[in-house]
């Protein structure tokens, strides 16, 4: 969950808020809490019916806060209780409310505009219900707020052209995850306080304005997941205080402002997803000093990775998959001690050394967090080093698939026990699987698929009891699918198509009932199918078409909910075909 108002000192402005005369009296809190309470409709409300009785005194009711001397209602904080129902306009009678909490329910409707009567309100937090209709104009009569989050309902239409013009101490502002459109105001100049400025998954358009330059004490700008287009202004470089900069997901292109790469502040510089182009400058680091993740992965970058990068030496995340960068990763990168995340998969990047081992995997073996190495599909055209065994154990995933990779698989990789994911598919590897690989007890995703295996499946496969993902298609696997397969009780997908498989399927095959995709196609299985096979409920795929099967169809299979994708084509099988199909 989202935190909200971040900025939002509550202590303080509790413990000064009684500093004005308010209309009503405790009374008239009483009455509007009760009225709220009236209005809840699900059976969580009971735990309000006991604590909110008539009969007791309103300031020890469960959520409302009182000021010190318990005449006035200063506090309401009723999140996540799993509470129902409507806003009543009554609420706005709580005239020394300064902190509204009711978010985590399953509040609907409209604000009502009775709330515009809560003006001492600071912070105004109403995030993940399912409130809806425009954003209140209204809420501009608001103006000692400090923190509103509507976040996560299902606000529509333009943002109110003077959403800050009359707030002049908001500081933090998230609508983010709404259904709201529209441009993006361009005047914005009365917002020039806030530290915080979300608008993230909604549906705004048009270009970034420029004034967003004008927000200086802007700490966070989240603008990802909408359908923004144009460029990045660089006005956005004028943000001295900027610490997370999020525009992914939207249409954004042309290049990175140069201004960006001189944002000492910034940690997190988020682009992923969108039509930017360009090259990192070669000195991309000279001022980002603090710069902890990096993402522009699924852009039109290209250009060398400049091995400069390393002196951003903060960086736990590298994200630049799916670009058209080319030469070579740079080895420096193993001096980011820190580093979490190396993502580089989908571009067109080589070694940088002319050696045939890769020593790329020798220098990464200084990042001692290493979590997540993705550098497939790249013509990284190499061996991988024994001191693969040597990356840190932290490793979890290692993906070098399609990369043009020869040689014989260290067997030193079964030294990374934290394995989680391992894809060595579309390689020219020599020699067979280590065995080594079968002792990586928590690995979960195996793809071995078109790396020329040859000979029967190992039975250390057997071993792997985490796996949920086997893939094994296009080798020359041969021999039977092995009874110990029903040791593999994670299964969910597995697909062995395109090899020399022969024999009968295993009996236990069917024991697993997790299994989710089965392709066994494009093999020499024979012998008939048996009817067990109906006890893969989760089975939505099937394809065991071009093989030898042969025998009636059992039943049982036409009582598979779940399946969408059924292929026997191509074997000897006999009906019948039911008619309800
Ligand atoms: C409301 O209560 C929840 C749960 O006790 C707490 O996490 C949240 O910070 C409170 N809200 C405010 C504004 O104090
Ligand atoms: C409370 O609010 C309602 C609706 O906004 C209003 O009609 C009513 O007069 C208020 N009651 C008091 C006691 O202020
Ligand atoms: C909003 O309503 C929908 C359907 O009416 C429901 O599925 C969803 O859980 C609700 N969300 C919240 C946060 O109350
Ligand atoms: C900005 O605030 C000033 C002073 O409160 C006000 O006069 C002006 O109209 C506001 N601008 C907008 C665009 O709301
Ligand atoms: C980056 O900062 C340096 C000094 O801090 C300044 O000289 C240079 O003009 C800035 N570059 C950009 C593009 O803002
Ligand atoms: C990258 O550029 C090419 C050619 O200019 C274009 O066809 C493609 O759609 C662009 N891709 C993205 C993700 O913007
Ligand atoms: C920056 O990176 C380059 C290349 O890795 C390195 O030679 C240089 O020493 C680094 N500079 C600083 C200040 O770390
Ligand atoms: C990949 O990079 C090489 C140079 O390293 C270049 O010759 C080639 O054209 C690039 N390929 C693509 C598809 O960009
Ligand atoms: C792995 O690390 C150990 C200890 O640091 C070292 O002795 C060994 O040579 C390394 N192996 C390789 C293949 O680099
Ligand atoms: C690494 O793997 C090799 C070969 O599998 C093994 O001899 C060595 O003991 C392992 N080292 C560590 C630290 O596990
Ligand atoms: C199957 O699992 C059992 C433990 O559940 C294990 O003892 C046995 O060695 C496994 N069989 C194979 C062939 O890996
Ligand atoms: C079948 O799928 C459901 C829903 O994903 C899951 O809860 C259940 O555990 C699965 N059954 C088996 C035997 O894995």
């Known amino acids: 969950m989202e935190r909200a108002c971040y900025y939002f000192p509550v202590g303080l402005l509790l413990a000064t808020s009684l500093l004005a005369v308010g209309t009503g009296d405790i009374i008239t809190d009483k009455s509007a809490l009760v009225t709220l309470r009236d209005h809840m409709v699900s059976n969580r ?19 409302v806060t009182c000021d010190s001397s318990r005449q006035r209602v200063v506090a309401l904080n009723i999140s996540n209780m799993g509470f129902a129902g409507t806003i009543p306009p009554q609420l706005g009678n709580l005239s020394f409310l300064v902190s509204l909490d009711m978010s985590n329910n399953n509040f609907h409707g409209h604000l009502p505009e009775g709330m515009s009567h809560l003006r001492r309100l600071s912070f105004m937090a109403l995030s993940n219900n399912n409130l809806t209709g425009e954003i209140p104009p209204w809420l501009g009569v608001l103006d000692r707020l400090q923190c509103l989050s509507l976040t996560e309902n299902i606000f529509f239409g333009d943002l109110p052209a003077n959403i800050c013009g009359n707030l ?88 990175i402002p140069v201004a960006i790469f001189n944002m000492s502040t910034l940690r997190e510089l988020d682009l992923l997803g969108n039509h930017l182009s360009g090259v990192l400058p070669s000195n991309m680091c000279h001022g980002l000093h603090n710069l902890e993740e990096i993402d522009l992965s699924l852009n039109n970058f290209s250009g060398a990775i400049p091995a400069t990068i390393s002196n951003c030496s903060k960086l736990t995340g590298i994200f630049l998959g799916g670009n058209k960068f080319s030469g070579p990763i740079p080895n420096s990168i193993g001096n980011l001690r820190r580093l979490e995340f190396l993502s580089l998969s989908g571009n067109n990047l080589t070694s940088e050394s002319s050696s045939p081992e890769l020593g790329l995997f020798t220098s990464l073996t200084g990042c001692i967090s290493l979590r997540y190495i993705s550098v497939g599909d790249n013509p990284l055209n190499g061996v991988l080093p024994r001191s693969i065994g040597n990356l840190s154990i932290s490793v979890e995933l290692l993906d070098v ?31 067979s699987i280590p065995t080594s690989i079968w002792g990586l007890q928590k690995l979960q995703y195996l793809n071995l698929i078109n790396i020329s295996l040859t000979g029967p499946l190992a ?25 110990c397969f029903n040791n593999l009780t994670s299964l969910k997908h597995l697909n062995i ?10 009996m236990s095959l069917w024991d ?9 196609s494009s093999n020499f299985l024979r012998g008939p199918l048996a009817p067990e096979m109906g006890q893969l409920k989760n089975l939505t795929r099937l394809d065991l078409s071009n093989n030898q099967f042969s025998g009636k169809i059992p039943s049982t299979i036409w009582s598979l909910e779940s399946l969408d994708h059924l292929s026997l084509s191509n074997n000897s099988l006999r009906g019948p075909i039911p008619d309800s199909l």
């Open 45 to 63: 409300h009971l735990i309000l019916a006991k604590s909110w009785s008539i009969s007791s005194f309103v300031c020890d009711w469960i959520g």
């Open 512 to 520: 697993l009932k997790g299994l989710v995709y089965v392709n066994l």
């Open 168 to 255: 002049p101490n908001l500081k933090e502002l998230d609508l983010s995850s709404n259904q709201l459109s529209g441009q993006i105001l361009s005047d914005l100049s009365n917002c020039s306080g806030l530290k915080s400025l979300d608008l993230s998954f909604n549906q705004f358009n048009g270009y970034i304005p420029k004034a967003v330059g004008n927000l200086k004490m802007l700490e966070e700008l989240h603008l990802g997941d909408n359908k923004l287009e144009g460029p990045i202004p660089n006005e956005i470089g004028n943000l001295l205080k900027l610490e997370i900069l999020d525009l992914g997901w939207n249409s954004l292109s042309g290049s």
């Open 497 to 506: 198509a395109f090899n020399r498989l022969t024999f009968t399927l295993p």
């Open 459 to 483: 039975r250390g496969l057997c071993g792997l009891q985490s796996l949920e993902y086997l893939y094994l298609s296009q080798n020359q696997i041969s021999g039977s699918i092995p009874g």
């Open 401 to 431: 698939g399609n990369s043009g990779l020869r040689g014989n698989i260290p067997d030193s990789i079964g030294n990374l026990s934290n394995l989680v994911f391992l894809g060595l598919r579309d390689n020219s590897w020599t020699g």
